[in-house]
Structures are given as structure tokens and as C-alpha cells.
């Protein structure tokens, strides 16, 4: 391994997105959207296949990035719609415009579990934040960071943001993928003037909606003017789609997907000015990038408009639990390659202490997994790996070739052959000559979350809808109610099928 013979260590920059399917990336095979440079990262570094979240929402996704913990260790179990910021700290403006209307106190949920950017400050590195955070308190800097620019809840407006820096919280009136990328280059000018190694976090709110064409400037949307998007399939809608999700047909389709598309395109032309950066100051080989999204995406995806709760109950396919991930280190990685094997999210944090040298501070009790040897070149293909996801009550496990969905306490459950059935059209569950896989594949799953859930916020215990999460999860709530209710949201009960 090379490692930065100026520091010691190799500077570290972590690119997030933010509802970015693993589908929407030129480099992934999708012709018709535009990411030159993640197709760089991707040539220059190693592009992963069959790359999972831990849950298909926002929140719980980031908490797992960033302790290694799946969402019944941390208590994360959905978006977090409050605890953000302090009411009282809000100006009036803030407070007329109704946006902050949930919002009461600030709560540290990740309070007291180490993060990966906490054993980084401790080995010397300076931690910057440029982006969204949406794990709580977003005004105080957290975990190692000690540069911090931020959202003050999680999603925004792209043209009139949100946002937190110095402590205070304001409004802005420019393009919000141009401001982070804005503040993570003024960030990395200070960062590469000091003796010290850095880790830059930059956290696009991009592609999540709105997608309407005013929400993005007109030069991205007029790329796409004329695509006919041929490369996602236009289906009837789900039988579970949720209401409340920007969803269309026909024109409003292309519409919604034209806005998609062009946020993916913004973003990528603001990582292309990170490299530039490094380009110009001769960093970019021996500077280690990660490029991930927090979940995937539907867009017309099975019907679904939206992520894990595009539908009710949550949905666990693919396109919602698989997410891009490139990785590029020139120096010391080897580059263009593909790797298929599987991993998750709570393999990163692992990973990147055993990139590092520093193996021995990953915490004891959690899943994840080195991947090194596979960034390393080597194949891992063989071995049997297998994936599990949740989302508040909703458990998946899946292999190469099988994938379960159990929903506690009472279904509907979903058993797909993936060997035979790629897109997740054929749920077996009722099939009686499939009862055998679906009892082995349930036992592992039901072991495996017996190893690692903390009983005290134990997902399969939390009644969560899909509509935000307000306080910390099990016996922390003390009494509160920490999830927003269905109310009209929510379809009937999903039939049998």
C-alpha cells in the first residue's frame, strides 16, 4: 500500500447522494444519463455491482455508513422529521415559512456510539462536513468534525435551502449542489494547506426530489430535453405506491424523470470540480474517494415512485436496496475494475480502518466485513456472502440466487428467485414446493438479527410507517411518540399475491 508520503496517511474524500439508484450512472450500463466523471472514478478506480444499503431510507442508511451498526444498534429507523434543530433557535422567518413545524429539540441520536470519523480525528486527521447530515442536532458538529456546513433538516429545496454554518442557521437563494460543492473546495484549500491528513465529506442532497425543472438550472434540464428515457420502464402503478410520492405518466413521466436526471448531472459536473482540484494540486492519484449513495431509487421501477417507502409496507427490491459505490485510490488500488461479489454498508466502516492500517479499531459486535482483498483485485465471487436489510419492521435476507422478505408480526412475506427471476416479478411465498428454502432462508435471517439487534431498539418491535421519525427509537422514547403516523398515506392492507 502507498500511503501520502507528505502526512502518512492518505487524504480521504466520501462523496453521498442522496436517492441515487445503482442504476443511474452512464458507467453502470445506463446510456442516456450523463456522469463523466463518476465514468472517471469508475475507469480509474473499482465500480461495485451488487452494492447494498442497510436500509432503503435516508437516516437509518447514513447512521449504519457511519457507526457500522444496523438500524436495531443504532436506533435509527427512518427519516428523521425532527430533532434537527432547536425551535427556538429558528428566526422568525424560519418559523412563518411552516417547513420547521415538527421540528421541537435537538437530539443526538448517534450520542455515544463511535463513528469511523471519530477514530479518524483521534490518528490526526482533520474531519470537514460539506452537506447533509440529517442525524440529528445538525447546528453542533459532530463525531471528529471539526469544519461543518450543513442542512438544517435533511431534504431542502434546491434553489432556497436551508442551511447551517458557524452555528447558525439561515436561508440561502442559490442552487444547493452548487453550494456544497462551493464550500467543500473553499474547505479543501485550507484542508491541503496544513501538515495534518484530512477526511472531506461531501453530501450532495441530490437526486432526491423535488424534481420539478425550476428546482435545477436550465442548462442540466435542457441535456435532457428531448430523451425519450427508454432506460427505466414506464409500468401501472404499484398496488402499495404511497400517494403522497411525486409520481406521473405520460409527459408529467418525463417530466419528473427529466429533473431527476439533471440533478445527477449538476452533481456530477461538482465532483468534477473536486478533481480538478486535486488535479491542479497533484493529489488526485494518492488521495482515496468514495463515491455512494445513502439508498436506491425507484423511478417507474415495479410501478414505484420512490425509495423503501415509495410503498406501504416498505418495499425491499433491488432497485430500492441497491446503491453505486466506486471507489478510487491510484496509488495504491488497482483501477478499472468491476467487482460482483456482494457487500453492504456495514462493511465500510471495517473496510476503511483495514485500508488504513488500523483494523484493531473497529468496535467488537457488529456485522460487517473487510472488502479490502476485493478492492485489492481479488475475487471474492466464490465465497458465500450474504446481505440483510431492514426497515422498522421489514426484514430481508439475500443470496446470489434467493431473496426473502419478512415482515413482522404478520407479512405479506416475499420470496424471489433471483437466478431465474432478475426483475422480482414472481413472489414464490405461497408456492408449496418453495417452503423449504423460504424456513432455511428465514431461520438465517431470524439467527443472524438474534446475533446483532440491541433488544432496546429492535426494529421489529417499532411501528414504523414511512413518514419520519421523531424521537430515539424503543425504551430511549421514554413515552414519546417517535413516529409519525400512516394517517391518509398509506394504502389499504396489500392483498395476498
Not at 428515457?229 to 406521473?248: C, L, N, Y
Not at 430481508?396 to 416475499?414: A, F, Q
Not at 443472524?448 to 439487534?453: I, P, T
Amino acid at each position: 500500500m502507498v500511503l501520502n508520503s507528505k502526512k502518512g496517511m492518505p487524504n480521504i474524500i466520501f462523496i453521498l447522494t442522496d436517492d441515487q439508484g445503482a442504476w443511474a450512472m452512464h458507467c453502470a450500463g445506463n446510456e442516456e444519463i450523463q456522469t463523466p466523471n463518476l465514468d472517471y472514478l469508475a475507469e480509474h478506480g473499482t465500480r461495485f455491482t451488487d452494492f447494498f444499503c442497510t436500509s432503503p431510507v435516508c437516516s437509518p442508511a447514513r447512521a449504519s455508513i457511519l457507526t457500522g451498526r444496523i438500524p436495531s444498534q443504532h436506533g435509527v429507523h427512518d427519516w428523521i422529521a425532527s430533532g434537527n434543530v432547536d425551535q427556538g433557535k429558528l428566526s422568525e422567518e424560519l418559523k412563518k415559512s411552516g417547513e420547521f413545524r415538527l421540528e421541537d429539540r435537538p437530539i443526538g441520536y448517534l450520542d455515544g456510539m463511535p463513528a469511523y470519523t471519530d477514530v479518524l480525528e483521534r490518528h490526526g486527521y482533520t474531519c470537514a462536513l460539506s452537506g447533509k447530515w440529517h442525524l440529528g442536532d445538525s447546528l453542533r458538529p459532530q463525531h471528529g468534525f471539526s469544519k461543518w456546513y450543513t442542512i438544517g433538516r435533511g431534504g431542502c429545496h434546491y434553489m432556497r435551502p436551508d442551511m447551517v454554518e458557524d452555528g447558525v442557521l439561515h436561508q440561502e437563494k442559490r442552487y444547493v449542489t452548487d453550494l456544497i460543492t462551493d464550500h467543500a473546495l473553499t474547505f479543501l484549500e485550507e484542508l491541503s494547506a496544513q501538515a495534518a491528513p484530512y477526511y472531506l465529506g461531501v453530501h450532495y442532497t441530490a437526486p432526491h426530489s423535488p424534481w420539478e425543472e425550476e428546482e435545477h438550472p436550465a442548462e442540466y434540464i435542457e441535456r435532457y430535453r428531448s430523451c425519450p428515457f427508454d432506460s427505466v420502464p414506464e409500468k401501472e402503478p404499484h398496488p402499495r405506491q404511497i400517494p403522497t410520492a411525486p409520481m406521473g405518466t405520460g409527459e408529467h413521466r418525463k417530466e419528473l424523470l427529466r429533473g431527476y436526471y439533471a440533478a445527477i448531472t449538476a452533481m456530477d459536473h461538482g465532483v468534477g470540480r473536486i478533481l480538478d482540484f486535486l488535479r491542479e494540486k497533484g493529489e488526485l492519484e494518492n488521495t482515496l474517494i468514495f463515491f455512494m449513495a445513502d439508498n436506491g431509487m425507484n423511478m417507474g421501477h415495479h410501478g414505484i415512485w420512490g425509495k423503501g417507502n415509495g410503498t406501504f409496507p416498505f418495499n425491499m427490491y433491488d432497485t430500492s436496496v441497491k446503491v453505486p459505490f466506486l471507489v478510487s485510490w491510484p496509488a495504491a488500488l488497482p483501477q478499472g475494475q468491476v467487482v460482483t461479489s456482494m457487500h453492504s454498508q456495514y462493511d465500510f466502516f471495517p473496510t476503511l480502518m483495514d485500508l488504513l492500517g488500523m483494523k484493531e479499531e473497529f468496535p467488537s459486535g457488529l456485522p460487517g466485513r473487510s472488502f479490502r482483498r476485493a478492492l485489492e483485485g481479488e475475487n471474492l465471487e466464490g465465497e458465500a456472502v450474504v446481505v440483510l436489510d431492514e426497515y422498522g419492521p421489514n426484514r430481508m435476507i439475500r443470496t446470489r440466487e434467493w431473496k426473502l422478505v419478512h415482515r413482522y408480526p404478520y407479512g405479506p412475506d416475499e420470496l424471489y428467485h433471483l437466478t431465474e427471476d432478475a426483475g422480482e416479478e414472481h413472489n414464490l411465498i405461497h408456492k408449496e414446493e418453495y417452503e423449504g428454502i423460504r424456513r432455511l432462508l428465514l431461520a438465517e435471517l431470524e439467527e443472524w438479527f438474534a446475533k446483532y439487534v440491541n433488544p432496546a431498539m429492535d426494529g421489529s418491535r417499532e411501528g414504523v410507517y414511512g413518514m419520519g421519525q421523531t424521537e430515539r427509537a424503543g425504551v430511549y422514547a421514554k413515552g414519546r411518540k417517535n413516529y409519525i403516523p400512516c394517517k391518509e398515506a398509506c394504502p389499504p392492507a396489500w392483498p395476498d399475491n
